[in-house]
């Protein structure tokens, strides 16, 4: 089974940067197209960012030019980098598989984009 452990927040200014990870134990990952979601307090989960197992990407039209998203098999790593952030960014992100999330969420990690 595997397991997601996603890192990086923390709280940046408006117009900022973070770049966060989310790292997958076991095996049977590195087949699946990723996405990174987030949850904003009172809304639902949303999509942001997507990769292919080939490294094709897609983006919410939100965050367009703003993050970019990456991976690594090797390490069975996913990576979001985040760029020009808006206080509108601020929710706990979180990865998992797209289009479905066949994975047990992960505890995700806290963006606050604030001044």
């Known amino acids: 089974q595997v397991q997601l452990v996603e890192s990086g927040g923390g709280l940046v200014q408006p117009g900022g940067s973070l770049g966060l990870s989310c790292a997958a134990s076991g095996s049977g990952y590195n087949i699946y197209t990723m996405g990174w979601y987030r949850q904003a307090p009172g809304k639902q989960r949303e999509l942001v960012a997507r990769?292919?197992?080939?490294?094709?990407?897609n983006y919410a039209d939100s965050v367009q030019g703003r993050f970019t998203i990456s991976r690594d098999n090797a390490k069975n790593t996913v990576y979001l980098q985040m760029s020009s952030l808006k206080p509108e960014d601020t929710a706990v992100y979180y990865c998992n598989t797209f289009p479905v999330p066949r994975l047990t969420w992960g505890q995700g990690t806290q963006v606050t984009v604030s001044s």
């Open positions: 990769i292919t197992s080939a490294g094709n990407t």
